[in-house]
């Protein structure tokens, strides 16, 4: 079982840039394919993005295909996920968990406490 946590979430404005990471522990994620999710208020979680175990591929929801980037770096257990262009759309908790194969749904039921993403306009 691994535990993750989410950091690197603030408040900006519309156009800026935030960096999220989500450290594992537990367990090495070497070989396990990585999301991000998010959920905004009185919405439901949904998927970002996902990168598969090797780093040869990467999903994206269309709407921030070009804006985010998604990367790892299995050596610090850790997940990022760059934001560039950033839109008040954006505003919501991001989490991250691992996905069952090279599906964009979650592994685990449990979620970390995330982190928070305000978007200005």
């Known amino acids: 079982q691994v535990a993750l946590v989410e950091s690197g979430g603030g408040s900006v404005q519309a156009g800026g840039s935030l960096r999220l990471s989500c450290v594992a522990t537990?367990?090495?994620?070497?070989?396990?394919?990585m999301g991000w999710f998010r959920q905004a208020p009185g919405k439901e979680r949904e998927f970002v993005a996902r990168?598969?175990?090797?780093?040869?591929?990467?999903d994206y929801i269309e709407s921030v295909l070009g804006r985010f980037t998604i990367s790892r770096d299995d050596a610090k257990r850790t997940v990022y996920l760059q934001m560039n262009g950033l839109e008040p759309e954006d505003t919501a908790v991001y989490y991250c968990?691992?996905?069952?194969?090279?599906?964009?749904?979650?592994?685990?039921?449990?979620w970390g406490q995330g982190t928070q993403v305000t978007v200005s306009s």
């Open positions: 990168i598969e175990w090797n780093s040869d591929v990467t």
């Open positions: 537990g367990r090495t994620i070497e070989y396990l394919s």
């Open positions: 968990n691992v996905l069952r194969g090279r599906t964009r749904n979650p592994l685990y039921d449990y």
